[in-house]
């Protein structure tokens, strides 16, 4: 029957689910804790080790190498061979070999810094545009443009027109207002719009998407053929919340 010993990682560097690690990390570490009996030789009954990393960028590890006593706690390095991407997710797993079988450790994982290392980053994109992107059939009474903002952005540059004549209309709007009123009056029916919201911060300027939307048709009803037109003559009040109307 084949015999595994009772062992856990009792810690692993960066810690799991660390954020902010830097791109250049060199190494990975981790002790693993043995408590078993009989005694677990690490020398002998352990084949070999690796670490498998699961990432979205390759970055080859060299195998680890181990210290430490016999049953005892033995501390682990591999170290990488190549710089980590910036703003990414790794993870990785320690596995061993053992002459009884594979042994492999809980998966862990960290993230790393944005690209530069840091911290000294251009804001996040704006998302979320409200109208949505190609709305069409906006109401002439829905003049206001909102979006959500980007990390890291101190002010907005804002443009906005029909499509074909965007300008801008705003410019270092404070990052705490994630809207723009449109002026009421200068939407018309049936015309395509697009507007577009500037991120910006001491360190860089990123552009937006364009977003587009389309005003609602003003379509009256045409008369057709002979004596179809009926004028109509009423009097109308309103109070109270109540109307009252009577031809005239």
Not at 29 to 44: E, H, N, Q, V, W
Not at 102 to 116: A, E, L
Not at 179 to 192: E, K, R, S
């Amino acid at each position: 029957m084949a015999y595994y010993p009772n062992w856990s990682i009792t810690y692993v560097f960066p810690s799991d689910n660390a954020t902010g690690v830097s791109i250049d990390l060199v190494e990975l570490r981790a002790s693993l804790t043995i408590f078993t009996t009989p005694t677990f030789d690490f020398g002998t009954d352990v084949l070999s080790t690796f670490i498998s990393m699961e990432i979205a960028t390759d970055v080859p590890v060299d195998s680890p190498t181990w210290s430490g006593s016999a049953g005892k706690t033995h501390n682990g390095r591999a170290t990488l061979n190549d710089q980590l991407a910036g703003s990414t997710e790794y993870s990785h797993a320690w596995t061993m070999e053992l002459n009884l079988g594979t042994w492999v450790s809980p998966t862990y994982s960290f993230t790393t810094v944005s690209d530069n290392g840091n911290g000294n980053d251009p804001p996040g994109k704006v998302t979320n545009p409200s109208p949505s992107h190609t709305a069409t059939g906006v109401t002439l009474d829905e003049p206001e443009l909102s979006w959500t903002t980007g990390a890291d952005t101190d002010t907005f540059n804002i443009y906005f027109g029909e499509s074909g004549s965007v300008v801008l209309v705003a410019s270092g709007q404070d990052v705490l207002d994630e809207n723009w009123a449109i002026d009421f009056g200068t939407l018309g029916y049936g015309i395509p719009y697009e507007w577009r919201v500037d991120s910006i911060n001491e360190f860089g300027t990123t552009t937006g998407d364009t977003w587009t939307f389309t005003t609602l048709t003003f379509a009256p009803p045409v008369a057709s053929g002979s004596n179809t037109m009926k004028v109509i003559k009423r009097l109308i009040a309103v109070a109270r919340n109540k109307f009252w109307y009577e031809n005239v």
